[in-house]
């Protein structure tokens, strides 16, 4: 059996890690064993997202309780809110020799390195430039320019982190850094 891994990816907010980790899972399916690992949080839902599918949507006091249980194996605080990863699930993904992309928090996937060990790859994601990031944060169109200047100043905090991943990869362009992916999952397993 292929050996499984959990590919961690963390970058700033705007860097486009969840189109990445998207177009990564696209590629291997049907070639690998590719598995989702859903998320615990306190934030509310937004739009169409159904608790047990985007995330599991736990109140403050519920994900606490969890936590106790030591039912969570990483977590961390992002914009006030809890997220946090399963412990079960995940640990029997890996042992089934499957893939699980992740979008997490820095601390999150430098948690899951020290837990999983050779189990796990880190990978922080670049924006080209800061202007990119901006133009990237202003084309969302979701966000207030306070808030955006507030996600641009957390992100230069964020990139001068990058050195403790094992991977660095600009995002120019989703085929080209998901390829980029490819070719690291394959190298570590
Ligand atoms: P959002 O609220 O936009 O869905 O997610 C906010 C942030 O939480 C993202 O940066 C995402 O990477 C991070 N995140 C989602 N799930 C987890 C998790 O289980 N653990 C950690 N540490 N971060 C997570």
Redesign the pocket.
């Known amino acids: 059996m292929d050996k499984g891994l959990i590919v961690a990816i963390?970058g700033p907010?705007g860097v486009g890690?969840g189109t990445v980790a998207a177009a990564v899972e696209a590629k291997l399916a049907g070639v690998r064993d590719v598995a989702h690992s859903i998320?615990?949080?306190t934030?509310p839902p937004r739009g169409t997202e159904q608790d047990g599918v985007e995330?599991y949507f736990r109140t403050r006091e519920e994900f606490e309780d969890l936590i106790d249980q030591g039912q969570i194996i990483?977590?961390?605080e992002?914009l006030g809110n809890y997220?946090?990863?399963p412990a079960g699930p995940l640990a029997k993904m890996a042992e089934e020799g499957k893939i699980v992309l992740m979008?997490?928090?820095i601390?999150?996937s430098l948690n899951l390195k020290r837990f999983f060990g050779d189990d796990a790859v880190t990978i922080f994601i670049t924006p080209p430039s800061m202007e990119e990031l901006r133009k990237r944060l202003e084309g969302r169109q979701t966000d207030a320019a306070d808030v955006i200047a507030r996600r641009l100043e957390q992100a230069k905090v964020e990139i001068q982190r990058a050195e403790e991943f094992e991977y660095i990869l600009e995002n120019r362009d989703v085929d080209e850094t998901s390829d980029e992916i490819l070719k690291i999952i394959n190298k570590e397993r």
Do not use: A
Request: glycine share 10%.
């Open positions: 963390s907010s890690k998320s615990v949080t934030r995330y990483e977590y961390d992002y997220y946090g990863t979008d997490i928090t601390e999150g």
